[in-house]
């Protein structure tokens, strides 16, 4: 059973890499300067600045479930705060989209890096639902079941499905 929690400690860590990476992105893009055409779009500025609540949300999250990675709590507050950061920066993206006539080359790149990060992300968080879903097996099976139980381990908790993927205009 250590072994195992070991395994899922560990391959949070990739997890919580890939969300400093996402973190500091979106923070570049809240805090860039916006073209002066764009100055004027209210709602399009409102939809930046919205990224900065959701990415100190996913900051606080995921700095408690660093501390306790195994607490099925922790893991869910972390996947609800992802999940809205997925939501602004899609709105954010798709109102971009809408209201520029030319995208920037800045634009351009943070959407590329969005793209990457959300596939490294997706690849590590599948790594930590495996390494969970082993977990939860092993502390199911008797007798761990009855060691589990008296040393008040319990099931660990996995990464929903991205709600980006529910926002994507259909191809």
């Known amino acids: 059973m250590k072994r195992m929690r070991a395994a899922c400690k560990t391959a949070f860590v990739a997890v919580e890499v ?7 992105l979106l923070r570049s893009c ?4 916006l073209p002066e055409q764009e100055v004027q779009q209210s709602s399009l500025q409102h939809v930046r600045q919205a990224l900065l609540p959701s990415a100190n949300l996913l900051e606080a999250a995921l700095h408690q479930a660093k501390l306790q990675p195994l607490r099925p709590e922790t893991i869910a507050a972390l996947d609800s705060a992802w999940q809205g950061v997925q939501v602004a920066w899609q709105a954010y993206v798709q109102l971009h989209g809408a209201q520029a006539q030319v995208q920037s080359d800045e634009q351009q790149e943070w959407e590329l890096r969005w793209t990457q990060l959300i ?12 390494a969970i879903h082993a977990y939860n097996e092993a502390i199911a099976q008797f007798p761990a079941c009855v060691i589990a139980r008296l040393s008040g381990l319990k099931p660990g908790r996995t990464f929903q499905k991205d709600a980006a993927l529910l926002m994507q205009p259909p191809a």
């Not at 890939?18 to 500091?24: A, K, P, S």
């Not at 596939?119 to 495996?130: D, M, V």
């Open 30 to 33: 809240a805090n860039a300067q």
């Open 119 to 130: 596939t490294l992300q997706s690849h590590s968080t599948e790594q930590f639902n495996t």
């Open 18 to 24: 890939q969300f400093v990476q996402l973190l500091d």
